[in-house]
């Protein structure tokens, strides 16, 4: 059975400009290609996101969550946990499978809150080809594009290595992912610093009494 994935016009026309531009190589290395690079894309910059609405119970501390949405994907970082005045509540999740989310303070009471996840691709039962929501394929199709011919040109001793031409698809998809990350972080707004909460990307101490903020990368 043909995914829908695989016959969607997206994909479609990822797979005719992969095979005009990547002379030689196979459908199935240009898939695998696009899904290393997927991974890293949103690995770096967190644009694919999922809010989950949950609702404590006294004194339990830890709570699973299942991804949704179509396709699901996979959870790879927790963002933030907010409750239901929108007050950031201490959190981590040191538990992927299942996704488990550990509140820092033990609820006295049941209280609604939002738990908000970064996600990333998950390979399909068919292994055709990643699967991602539309939206990421209308805005960004150009930036994983160039992704995949500079990961692919860049690969030694095939017949489509081209050192010169991976080295500008490299750099334009660099830019333009440090781009995305930035307006990630600052919500999708113009003119504005980055968003003081939830700092999910950044790790706080302190220096003689000072609390201090340190980025990190990845």
């Known amino acids: 059975m043909v995914s829908p994935y695989t016959e969607h016009k997206y994909i479609r026309m990822f797979m005719i400009n992969a095979r005009i531009d990547v002379v030689g190589a196979s459908d199935a290395g240009i898939r695998i290609a696009l899904y290393d690079l997927l991974a890293h894309f949103f690995e770096f910059t967190g644009i694919w996101q999922e809010q989950i609405a949950f609702t404590t119970a006294p004194d339990v501390q830890e709570y699973t969550f299942v991804p949704g949405g179509t396709p699901p994907g996979q959870i790879i ?4 946990v907010i409750d239901q005045n929108n007050i950031v509540q201490p959190a981590s999740l040191p538990i992927m499978d299942p ?39 209308q ?32 750099r334009f998809y660099e830019r333009d992912a440090s781009l995305i ?25 302190q220096r003689g009494g000072v609390s201090v903020g340190n980025p990190l990368g990845f």
């Open 99 to 137: 996704v488990t989310v550990r509140l820092r303070d033990t609820p006295n009471t049941a209280w609604d809150g939002t738990a908000c996840f970064a996600k990333s691709v998950v390979i399909g039962d068919d292994c055709e080809v990643p699967e991602i929501p539309d939206w990421i394929w």
């Open 139 to 170: 805005r960004w199709m150009p930036v994983i594009m160039h992704g995949v011919m500079g990961k692919m040109m860049l690969t030694p001793s095939k017949s489509y290595t081209d050192a010169k031409a991976g080295t500008y698809h490299w």
């Open 77 to 80: 970082r927790l963002q933030y």
């Open 181 to 205: 990350r930035g307006m990630v972080l600052r919500q999708n707004t113009y003119g504005t610093n980055s968003w003081m909460y939830p700092q999910s990307w950044r790790m706080r101490g």
